[in-house]
């Protein structure tokens, strides 16, 4: 029977987010293909949950996904009603304000700013008395400054190559990112016997990274 319900990223976090789990002592199924969105281990105690990396805090706010595996920049945007329990120490990268040259950010009281984290640039320029134009797009962020789109833009950053190939500097680091393990309000008081464990092989996992 399934005991834990258990949303994981895909995309980029996901490998490490598996080897995570499995070295919990979770035997992972044998055949991951991309295209199933539910597995089982197996001895169908946990079940998986494959969804986009932005949409697991949203398994997990109800309760749909008894824990998640998240990135802290997926939470901040997203501001769900949810437990953050760990810090994993996977998927580290910087959230950074970045753009041609420093010299962009002197008008800043019509600066546009290009983003997939609209709540975070709000927030974040809120803090600096700034209301800048927040233009919302899905992916390939880079392109909106060099094609004059936005003057910057907020995005992760991780080894800086896309930035380094669109001839972009990073201007200012919001926040510095990695991957979380979050519960399920309910769940965590209601299944704490079976999470509490998880989060104990998981804090010593961490701890020798
Ligand atoms: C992310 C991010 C940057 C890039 C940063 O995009 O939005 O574009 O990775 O990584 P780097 O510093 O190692 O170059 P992702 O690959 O997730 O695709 P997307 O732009 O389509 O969202």
Excluded: H, W
């Excluded at 969804?51 to 998240?70: L, M, N, S």
């Excluded at 800048?132 to 991780?158: H, M, N, Y």
Aim: a neutral charge.
């Amino acid at each position: 029977m399934t005991k834990l319900t258990i949303a994981l990223p895909k995309g980029r976090l996901s490998k490490k987010a598996l080897e995570l789990i499995e070295k919990c002592g979770i035997s992972l199924p044998e055949s991951l293909d991309d295209r199933k969105l539910i597995a089982y281990d197996k001895n169908n105690e946990y079940r998986f949950l494959y969804v986009k990396p932005a949409d697991v805090p949203t398994y997990v706010e109800r309760g749909t996904a008894d824990i998640g595996i998240a990135g802290k920049d997926t939470i901040m945007e997203e501001g769900k009603d949810i437990y953050e329990l760990l810090d994993l120490k996977i998927g580290k990268c910087k959230l950074c304000i970045a753009g041609k040259s420093p010299e962009i950010m002197r008008d800043v009281y019509s600066l546009r700013v290009a983003t997939k984290y609209p709540n975070i640039a709000r927030q974040y320029f809120e803090t600096k008395y700034i209301s800048p134009d927040i233009i919302e797009l899905k992916g390939s962020v880079e392109l909106a400054p060099i094609t004059d789109l936005s003057d910057v833009i907020l995005d992760i950053v991780e080894s800086g190559a896309t930035l380094r190939s669109n001839g972009l500097k990073v201007l200012e680091v919001v926040a510095d990112i990695s991957a979380r393990l979050i519960a399920n309000k309910v769940s965590f008081k209601t299944k704490y016997d079976i999470i509490n464990p998880l989060i104990q092989s998981l804090e010593q996992l961490v701890g020798a990274l």
